[in-house]
């Protein structure tokens, strides 16, 4: 075969390859209203509780599926604690969550990063702070705060995030009264945070995003809705 052709053919070759390899991706889909996204996560937390899983966009086909790019509905921002995972709790799967996961969800500067990338780049409608029962990030704070001894290493960070929290719940009652109170004073604490963030605040006024806050009961696997 002459040299010539072989080169060509190799060029045409390589151009389809490219083509192939840069073809445009399928269009997003449309993002539901955070009316419809809380109302789905509600459903999705009820078949949690009620032992009713249908375990939706899991296995191989949604894996395919999300090669070309992620659209997920709702931003979590929840505590890094292995009882709390979000897309088992609210009966999602690949894809649905764009979770963020932190000991006590505290709104340092990487967990803010993350967020505006959520709402600016994924659009998500909806961010969740989520709270949950007996966290040990809180009950770090409600000890240091009542001993006034300082953490060991780098809780004492953590620590020092959740503090204002604990101050906030008061220091009336039990222990374990304490740390409950301080765990929802957390949430509402962090969803200040992200307000005082000019690119979530400035979401937030545009509607392009709702801030909502939860508390995760471990008892019964209910969310409660702040």
């Known amino acids: 075969?002459?040299?010539?052709?072989?080169?060509?053919?190799?060029?045409?070759?390589?151009?389809?390859?490219a083509v192939q390899h840069h073809a445009p991706t399928a269009a997003a889909p449309k993002m539901p209203t955070a009316s419809q996204v809380i109302t789905k996560l509600k459903r999705g937390n009820r078949h949690f509780v009620n032992h009713l899983l249908r375990h939706p966009d899991q296995g191989g086909r949604r894996v395919h599926q999300l090669v070309t790019g992620q659209h997920p509905i709702a931003t979590v921002l929840s505590c890094s604690d292995s009882r709390v995972p979000p897309e088992l709790i609210f009966d999602l799967g690949l894809g649905d969550l764009f979770v963020v996961r932190e000991a006590g969800h505290v709104a340092d500067d990487a967990t803010l990063g993350s967020l505006e990338y959520a709402v600016e780049h994924l659009k998500t409608p909806v961010?969740?702070?989520?709270?949950?029962?007996?966290?040990?990030?809180v009950t770090a704070a409600v000890d240091a705060?009542?001993?006034?001894?300082?953490?060991?290493?780098h809780v004492q960070r953590l620590v020092d995030d959740i503090s204002p929290a604990v101050k906030m719940a008061g220091t009336g009652g039990s222990r374990d009264s304490q740390i409950a109170r301080a765990v929802t004073s957390n949430v509402k604490l962090v969803i200040s945070q992200l307000m005082a963030d000019p690119a979530l605040a400035k979401a937030v006024r545009e509607g392009e995003v709702k801030i909502v806050g939860a508390v995760y009961d471990l008892h019964s696997g209910r969310v409660i809705w702040l």
């Open 127 to 137: 961010i969740v702070v989520m709270g949950h029962e007996s966290c040990g990030a």
């Open 1 to 17: 075969m002459n040299i010539r052709l072989i080169a060509l053919s190799c060029a045409i070759l390589t151009s389809c390859t």
């Open 145 to 153: 705060c009542a001993t006034h001894k300082a953490a060991g290493g």
